[in-house]
């Protein structure tokens, strides 16, 4: 059944994603999904082998890849996990799987003639008895593919590499960027959470310097993150005098950095205690 093929194709897609780069990565990912979420989809509500032709599943196929990609990658963009490489590709795996389970279960409650199922026809292609006009639109068609295969190749071995950043952010009390705490008492805690994310394409070592007026009070490394991982830990910061305007700083270095790399500020007003 070519479901379960499906299936096994979309699992496949994730030691594809993890362990290759570069051209094959494109290919690979490029062809699965701009057809195979569309598909399972397809099938999934249209189960029946009555319900569109072999002709609309293809051409729908692709249709519908292309509407669900983006549709995904707005939800992700929601979420923590971001729009990233890898929670694109296990989102996308995972729909897969989901949309082609339901289609299995929606086939099988139908009796084995309404059933649709994939069949393949080969026959060698009888180059003398064609007219001209056959002969050479075969020549253009398979011209055109062996252009379209050279395009891909060429644009994927010589596109340039994304650009290299690490995202450092800080959270307020509700886990989103904002509601930060510039109100203090002295002696009473001041928590914020800190985050890193490596998009430097490599395994990249960092640590975290925290300085309250001026003064160093906390260090937290290392923090070792693969390329596209996150981490985040909650801070807390012990006021030790009143004034308004304290200083706060995050200051964010890569292995055998010198200067700092990113640097978050959060101004405090502290007051004294009742």
């Not at 897609?13 to 989809?41: D, H, K, S, W």
């Not at 990233?84 to 996308?92: E, K, L, T």
């Not at 069949?119 to 252009?147: E, N, Q, Y």
């Not at 009390?173 to 994310?197: C, F, H, K, L, R």
Request: net charge neutral; hydrophobic share 50%.
């Amino acid at each position: 059944m070519e479901l379960a093929l499906l299936v096994v194709l979309a699992l496949c897609m994730l030691p594809v994603v993890a362990f290759t780069a570069g051209v094959a990565r494109i290919v690979l990912g490029f062809a699965f999904l701009v057809f195979c979420p569309g598909y399972a989809l397809l099938a999934a509500l249209f189960p029946a082998k009555d319900s569109l032709r072999a002709s609309e599943r293809v051409t729908l196929s692709f249709v519908l890849s292309l509407a669900v990609i983006p549709l995904i990658c707005f939800a992700l963009n929601y979420i923590p996990w971001g729009i990233r490489i890898y929670p694109v590709v296990v989102s996308v795996v995972m729909f897969t799987v989901a949309t082609s389970a339901i289609a299995i279960f929606r086939r099988r409650k139908l009796s084995v003639e309404q059933r649709f199922q994939l069949r393949m026809h080969l026959r060698m292609p009888r180059w003398r008895g064609g007219t001209k006009l056959d002969k050479a639109l075969s020549c253009i068609l398979l011209l055109s593919i062996m252009v379209a295969i050279a395009t891909l190749v060429y644009v994927a071995a010589s596109a340039r590499p994304t650009e290299k950043f690490t995202e450092f952010y800080m959270l307020g009390s509700a886990g989103e960027a904002a509601d930060y705490p510039y109100d203090a008492v002295v002696g009473q805690p001041v928590e914020v959470t800190v985050g890193v994310t490596n998009q430097e394409h490599e395994y990249t070592t960092y640590r975290i310097e925290v300085s309250l007026g001026g003064v160093n009070v906390q260090e937290i490394s290392p923090i070792g993150l693969p390329d596209g991982a996150n981490w985040e830990q909650k801070v807390t910061l012990y006021p030790e005098k009143a004034g308004t305007g304290q200083k706060a700083e995050f200051l964010l270095y890569k292995e055998g950095g010198i200067d700092p790399y990113r640097v978050l500020t959060l101004w405090l007003d502290v007051r004294e205690g009742a």
